[in-house]
């Protein structure tokens, strides 16, 4: 599975492409990099680059599913704006295409790439530089938050399904498994009146 993540930003909007690789919590980067426009610009104009910046990416690297993080309100309302607008345009263009989208809490993407929810940007780096095996570590931030958020929906989103499944199976081979050794008691010929009861029972039926 390939994943596109973006961590949404108007100023710097992170954007992360992961693969899996074979079966596991191993993962590989594809891509990664940051779409980034003028503080001075008209707002208008700035999320007008980051659309483009994004289709860009959609088109190159084609994944199967889309993660954005999810938006919070915080203490700067003119920040969580144009976050909040960065992550409606990555919303759309996902839509346009067909592509499932998952959001993901910081608290979340957090707790699966250093196993706690209130790490800090640079531990989020060095975890994220370790597990995919890179030679440095992503920069900016943004970037390497884009690349925790892909890591998140691999491990927690993409496996939620995998574990259904492999719960699905164990059901139904245990099922089996009950019915196989149910009639093999039946075969034994421990208590004949029960086997010939059963037989006799089977044979009115036809």
């Not at 892909?150 to 164990?170: F, V």
């Amino acid at each position: 599975m390939r994943v596109l993540a973006v961590d949404p930003g108007l100023t710097r909007c992170g954007i992360g492409v992961v693969d899996t690789v074979a079966t596991g919590r191993r993962a590989a980067m594809v891509g990664v990099g940051v779409v980034r426009t003028p503080a001075t610009d008209p707002v208008e104009a700035r999320l007008l680059a980051i659309s483009e910046g994004l289709e860009s990416w959609l088109d190159e690297h084609r994944p199967d599913v889309v993660a954005v993080e999810r938006v919070f309100a915080q203490s700067n309302v003119r920040s969580v704006m144009g976050t909040a607008q960065a992550a409606g345009l990555v919303l759309v263009a996902a839509a346009r295409r067909g592509l499932p989208v998952a959001m993901h809490t910081p608290s979340e993407v957090k707790a699966a790439v250093t196993g706690n929810g209130r790490a800090d940007k640079e531990q989020v780096t060095v975890m994220v530089t370790r597990i995919l095996g890179l030679d440095a570590p992503p920069r900016p931030a943004d970037a390497a938050d884009a690349l925790a958020l892909a890591l998140c929906h691999l491990w927690r989103g993409g496996g939620t399904s995998r574990l259904e499944a492999a719960a699905h199976g164990a059901l139904v081979t245990g099922r089996r498994n009950a019915y196989a050794e149910a009639e093999a008691a039946a075969r034994r010929p421990r208590r004949n009146v029960v086997v010939r009861s059963q037989a006799s029972s089977a044979d009115s039926r036809r």
